[in-house]
């Protein structure tokens, strides 16, 4: 298969991985300040931190109030990590690759992409941002099932499934990070951090599956446990890089890639992550996402860059 196509399909996947995080993202934070007494909240700047894109936002902005900050996160143009920007580019990669991909997950990304640009509006209010920021994200769910359901699992398979897993292990660094460092952790706010560390849960829709999983109190070890080493939830960092393996062992020459993505996975599982605090996290968290992309550079230049 020509490189050129394989890239297509690879960042297709990461683009709609993109979309629903931010959407995602953007549902919880609303739910999270709703739940939080006034001046308590932390505000709409840890989202912006967490997918990257303070230096973008404070150039046309200058605080973090709802509006200004939800109409960056979804629509602004300059923002690379908007919901509508990812969808439109995922959109243009899908298009140019229609005769290799299954025509439902074209039509799916297709119909998606328009949705958020027709009806973008209605994510920034407050009215009717749930109803808005559901529909992305149930989409993503069918584009990503339909892919599951009508591809061969060959080679296009594989790439582009790798995208997604990739996307989703730095999507869930970035909040454990920035959510962590974030967090309200005063004397007087202190009965409000079990709702911030169940927040972090749901913004990766962790909740449930924490709870069954853990079967504790949702506490600051615990989660970040569950969010690093947890072998069978699909959103860990730990269960995300042997999906990479997986979907990497087919792929000729993959010597290279298998070795750092095992490399990864022994810092991994060798360090205590429930005995982190504070920049010790940070530090180890920066690492991950330093991995992750030395992963996203050996797959490029083995099979991108030719």
Not at 109 to 128: H, P, T
């Amino acid at each position: 298969m020509l490189s050129r196509v394989v890239e297509t399909l690879y960042w297709t996947s990461r683009y709609v991985e993109r979309a629903e995080n931010v959407a995602r993202l953007i549902n919880v934070n609303n739910l999270l300040l709703m739940d939080l007494p006034k001046g308590v909240s932390t505000g709409w700047e840890p989202i912006i931190d967490i997918i990257g894109s303070r230096e973008i936002y404070l150039q046309s902005h200058k605080d973090f109030n709802d509006r200004a900050a939800v109409k960056f996160l979804v629509a602004n143009q300059n923002n690379p990590s908007s919901i509508v920007n990812s969808l439109q580019a995922a959109r243009e990669n899908a298009r140019t690759v229609r005769d290799v991909i299954p025509r439902s997950v074209w039509e799916g990304i297709n119909s998606l992409a328009n949705y958020v640009k027709d009806n973008q509006n209605e994510g920034f209010s407050k009215r009717g941002r749930f109803a808005f920021l559901k529909h992305v994200i149930e989409s993503a769910h069918l584009i990503s099932g339909a892919l599951e359901a009508t591809c061969n699992h060959d080679q296009r398979y594989m790439f582009m499934r790798f995208g997604s897993v990739l996307e989703r292990a730095d999507m869930t660094t970035r909040i454990l990070d920035v959510r962590s460092a974030n967090l309200i952790e005063s004397e007087t706010d202190r009965p409000f951090e079990n709702i911030q560390w169940i927040s972090v849960l749901r913004s990766l829709s962790g909740y449930q599956m924490y709870r069954q999983q853990m079967g504790v109190r949702v506490n600051r070890a615990d989660v970040i446990e569950f969010m690093l080493h947890s072998e069978v939830f699909a959103r860990s960092v730990l269960f995300c890089l042997y999906e990479m393996q997986r979907y990497s062992e087919p792929l000729p020459n993959s010597e290279q890639v298998h070795r750092v993505i095992q490399d990864v996975i022994k810092d991994l599982t060798h360090t205590n992550v429930r005995s982190l605090k504070n920049g010790h996290l940070h530090e180890f968290l920066d690492q991950i996402q330093i991995d992750l992309a030395q992963i996203h550079n050996q797959i490029s230049e083995l099979y991108f860059l030719k």
